[in-house]
């Protein structure tokens, strides 16, 4: 039986994730929601994220799941990476699988990992992505304009956009309008392993 991954109940990540992104990220959202004139309770309201959740990912004391980072940043409308940016950064020469930014869904079934330097705002942005066997990660639509392009290295994907089932395995890729809801489905018993390039389209971007 395949199991939902229900990453949005939960704000603290599986311990997985970076903990280096922990200040990150409620750093950023700090900056950003002041920039905006946005008080906790209205940014609570516009990203379906509680004060409480939101207090917490600023305080510094909880890293978000991949889910609320994505649903804070939808509110916000900025880019995914302008969360996890580390503004005050160098550009690295090397991104070492050691020391890479991770994000987790709560149970740690689904694994996105960053890679791109995450020390400025791109239009594009390159990650790595992993799920559980008989596992399920559900996303919410992005902003208007954001597409995926996905291949699949190991493991086979049933990727639902808009409700539309697409079968992809192992070499298989698709590009799609990632402005609607979309899930990623391992149906298998296998880990699933892939490769996502997202691309925003025109927007205003944050300021530093």
């Known amino acids: 039986m395949t199991r939902a991954v229900r990453s949005e109940s939960s704000v603290v990540a599986f311990p997985k994730a ?6 990150i990220v409620g750093a ?36 978000p799941t991949i889910n609320v ?3 804070i940043a939808s509110a916000l409308d900025v ?18 699988a050691s020391t890479a930014r991770v994000l987790t869904s709560h149970d740690g079934a689904f694994v996105s990992r960053a890679l ?12 790595e992505l992993r799920l559980a066997p008989r596992s399920i990660e559900r996303a919410e639509a992005h902003p208007v304009g954001t597409t ?8 086979a994907l049933n990727l639902v956009v808009n409700g539309e089932r697409h079968r992809l395995d192992v070499g298989d890729a698709i590009l799609f309008e990632a402005d609607v809801p ?19 389209g025109p927007r205003e971007g944050p300021s530093t």
Request: no cysteine; proline share 6%; charged share 25%.
């Open 116 to 127: 791109f330097p995450v020390d400025q705002l791109r239009l594009a942005e390159f990650y």
């Open 148 to 155: 995926e392009n996905l291949v699949v290295v190991g493991g």
């Open 182 to 200: 979309h899930q990623y489905r391992n149906e298998g018993d296998v880990p699933l392993h892939m490769f996502l390039v997202m691309t925003y």
């Open 69 to 71: 980072v994505w649903r």
């Open 18 to 23: 970076s903990p280096d992104l922990t200040p």
């Open 28 to 63: 950023n959202l700090r900056r950003l929601r002041t920039k905006r004139g946005l008080s906790l309770e209205r940014l609570a309201r516009a990203s379906g994220v509680s004060r409480a959740m939101l207090s917490q990912i600023e305080l510094g004391k909880s890293t």
């Open 79 to 96: 880019p995914f990476s302008a969360l996890i940016t580390d503004v005050h950064a160098k550009r690295p020469a090397v991104l070492h």
